[in-house]
């Protein structure tokens, strides 16, 4: 994380654009770990493809991931 950090400030003087991309990454991050408790697993390299459900129609047909509800 501190070498894409450190990368990132070379490309913007004002510093701000790389602390978006590190809050859009830890949120990133935080939103996996909530699934995979969700999903009964205790960490998020546990999770399998099976446990992956599509939230709209659109995503499920574009993904071939099921909607959430089917088995």
């Known amino acids: 994380m501190v070498e894409l950090w450190k990368a990132l400030e070379q490309y913007d003087q004002g510093g701000y654009g790389a602390a978006a991309v590190a809050n859009i990454i830890k949120a990133s991050c935080g939103e996996a770990s909530m699934m ?3 999903t009964g697993k205790t960490q998020l390299h546990n999770l399998e493809p099976e446990d992956l ?6 995503t499920a047909e574009a993904t071939d991931i099921l909607l959430v509800g089917k088995h």
């Open 53 to 58: 459900r599509a939230l709209t129609l659109a």
């Open 36 to 38: 995979a408790r969700c």
